[in-house]
């Protein structure tokens, strides 16, 4: 163990691939793509995405809360309820005051407030849901789900555009380390299953728009790769100190071992295209678990299947790393969540190191000849993976880098 690492104790996973993090896992070793015809979006010149199974919000939330809430903060409730029990946690016995929850959101809902809008601009201003601003403030998330807990500690989220969750669980990683907490509830939640996140995308040029074969459009870092494809879900993951855990006879999955993050500083939608402030976060990281590049087993990337993003992530990989290690696309099976993204990227990092199983990445017939990766692609890859990299990127050039080692 590093001895600054906090501990993994818990998972809760709410994606396209399935309902708890069993389904989801499950669904992603057998590599297939989720990507299918998305009602919510039909009219529109990119119309599919990967979409959450049907959840029936109502039963599993009770319908008052379920009405209150936005998609993302249900999801949220959601994962974090299976993350707290994953770890074997009774929010009825802890100290509460010395429990945290940290998410990451990557926007607010852009799903609600079209309607309310309609409704102000047509003249009907006392139509408008009095729930409009608690429903779709992105903080809301965190304090929905410090509220379903009963979590008294530091409640808060982090923005960092599709670096989000991988912020957030960086930030949780600080507050333990700190000492001000011995639980966080940490991870991310987003949907950007939505008309006006589908149009804005697709005006900037990073959808997908492989419309005939939806399940074949996320194909990250293959020579045919044309965008990525909208996704949801939520992503939590339970740290706590090493020495909580231990004192409550808890075997963590893994150990999340040190962070980094950076900003490239170059333009405001596109990575810097030799990968320097993604390189910069990797290096921070490796630097605060006391790891070596040859340390690393495993790199769960980015991948959004964006032609920039791929390049620019595989030059900041092999600036660091003189031979990349494996590496995998979990976003060709589940889509791009947005916020939620890194989280549930992390989960899935923690699960490979956990189980010493490596997730194939979908859809890569022919890698781009510009890119010196070793990718699993296929089926899954049974290694053992003594320390892992998670990584993430967004919009402004944000990053993110998390370094999972084993027990």
Not at 69 to 87: G, P, S, T, Y
Not at 144 to 169: Q, R
Not at 198 to 227: I, K, Q, V
Request: net charge negative.
């Amino acid at each position: 163990m590093i001895p600054r690492a906090v501990a993994v104790t818990g998972l809760g996973l709410i994606t396209p691939a399935g309902i708890g993090a069993a389904n989801t896992w499950e669904h992603v070793l057998g590599g297939t793509p989720t990507a299918r015809r998305d009602p919510k979006l039909e009219g529109l010149t990119v119309d599919f995405s990967c979409q959450v199974p049907h959840l029936d919000m109502a039963e599993r939330l009770g319908g008052r809360l379920a009405l209150r809430l936005d998609r993302f903060a249900q999801l949220a409730i959601l994962a974090a309820r299976e993350a707290v029990a994953d770890a074997g946690l009774d929010p009825a016995n802890w100290d509460a005051t010395r429990v945290g929850v940290v998410l990451g959101v990557g926007g607010n809902s852009v799903a609600t407030y079209p309607v309310e809008y309609a409704r102000l601009s047509n003249g009907r201003a006392e139509e408008v849901s009095p729930l409009m601003l608690p429903r779709s403030v992105p903080s809301m998330a965190a304090a929905e789900v410090s509220l379903d807990l009963g979590a008294l500690g530091p409640s808060f989220i982090t923005s960092t555009a599709c670096a989000s969750g991988s912020t957030a669980l960086a930030t949780a990683h600080s507050l333990l380390r700190a000492g001000a907490c011995d639980i966080v509830v940490s991870g991310g939640t987003d949907c950007a299953r939505t008309p006006m996140a589908a149009t804005c995308f697709d005006r900037l040029r990073a959808l997908s728009r492989r419309g005939h074969d939806p399940a074949g459009a996320s194909r990250p870092f293959d020579a045919d790769r044309d965008g990525f494809v909208l996704g949801e879900g939520a992503g939590i993951l339970i740290l706590e100190r090493t020495e909580h855990a231990a004192a409550r006879g808890c075997r963590p999955r893994a150990y999340l071992s040190g962070h980094g993050s950076s900003c490239d500083a170059y333009h405001y939608t596109a990575p810097h295209p030799g990968g320097e402030g993604l390189s910069r976060a990797i290096r921070a990281a490796l630097s605060d678990a006391d790891l070596a590049p040859t340390d690393i087993g495993h790199i769960n990337t980015h991948g959004t299947g964006t032609r920039l993003n791929d390049t620019a992530e595989a030059s900041a990989l092999c600036q660091v790393f003189r031979h990349p290690p494996l590496v995998t696309a979990n976003k060709s099976i589940l889509g791009h969540a947005m916020g939620a993204a890194g989280a549930i990227e992390a989960a899935l990092t923690v699960l490979t190191v956990q189980h010493g199983v490596i997730p194939p990445t979908a859809n890569l017939d022919k890698l781009d000849e510009g890119i010196s990766l070793d990718v699993v692609t296929g089926t899954m890859r049974h290694q053992t993976v003594r320390a892992a990299i998670s990584v993430s990127s967004g919009f402004g050039g944000q990053n993110a880098a998390l370094a999972f080692t084993a027990v």
